[in-house]
């Protein structure tokens, strides 16, 4: 038996927590600190199940970093052929980086009985899954995810990824106002928010350029707001896309 082997080297390193071998769609996916190995039996498609394991591996990464706040990059480095029988393996590259440790918890409830009610890190890891595969076949869901993580890598913070997620969203519905209502977030919540980015006097805000002097940075209640929006509007949309009741 001939095992393909397909390796991409993360950046940051992800935290440790995230360490764990899953199955899904036939694959085998290891999750180490710094890559992701993706590994199934050959079967002459090897391009194809390569196209797959991308597209699993990018919507790992983009969940592992919406989870964290932070930005994630996945940069395809090997692939190998690892004959069984032989016990031999041929690996066309290779690509590694730094480490990077970090402090989690993970929380099993039990019931009396001994029955697990909850396991949150099962539950991280289906999410894991789920998300890579609705993000393969959606796009905005892809754009939307990967607005909110140029926010959250930018140590500056600035305000104009959040903004282009609204956008994104008006655009999909047909309207803010339908966004608002599809989306569960109130018209005069989203006025707010963009209220916040838009305005001029907030030094990390959309309109970069048109500086003031006297500005100033955004309150704690100002930023939390326009994340708060953002982030509602994402996980309402991926609800959507998981539940086939998004608009394409």
Not at 6 to 23: C, D, M, N, Q, Y
Not at 174 to 198: E, Y
Not at 209 to 238: F, H, M, T, W
Request: some cysteine.
């Amino acid at each position: 038996m001939t095992i393909n082997e397909f390796r991409w080297g993360i950046k940051p390193a992800v935290p440790g927590h995230w360490r764990e071998t899953l199955s899904h769609d036939g694959f085998e996916i290891e999750i180490a600190d710094d890559w992701i190995e993706v590994r199934k039996e050959d079967n002459g498609e090897r391009d194809a199940q390569q196209k797959r394991a991308q597209q699993i591996v990018e919507g790992i990464v983009r969940k592992i970093g919406l989870y964290e706040k932070a930005k994630f990059t996945a940069t395809f480095g090997s692939v190998a052929r690892f004959d069984a029988e032989s016990n031999r393996r041929d690996t066309t590259a290779f690509i590694s980086d730094s480490v990077k440790a970090s402090v989690h918890m993970d929380i099993v409830l039990t019931s009396a009985d001994g029955t697990v009610i909850a396991d949150s890190k099962k539950e991280r890891e289906a999410e894991l899954l789920r998300f890579a595969d609705l993000c393969s076949g959606n796009e905005n869901l892809r754009a939307i995810s990967d607005y909110l993580l140029e926010y959250h890598s930018d140590p500056q913070k600035k305000l104009a990824p959040l903004y282009d997620i609204i956008e994104r969203a008006d655009k999909i519905f047909g309207s803010r106002d339908k966004a608002a209502i599809a989306l569960g977030v109130s018209k005069k919540t989203i006025s707010r928010t963009t209220g916040v980015i838009n305005d001029k006097t907030i030094r990390s805000g959309r309109h970069r350029g048109q500086e003031l002097i006297g500005q100033r940075d955004p309150s704690p209640a100002e930023s939390q707001l326009c994340e708060a929006v953002a982030k509602q509007i994402v996980n309402e949309y991926a609800k959507m896309v998981e539940n086939g009741m998004a608009p394409k």
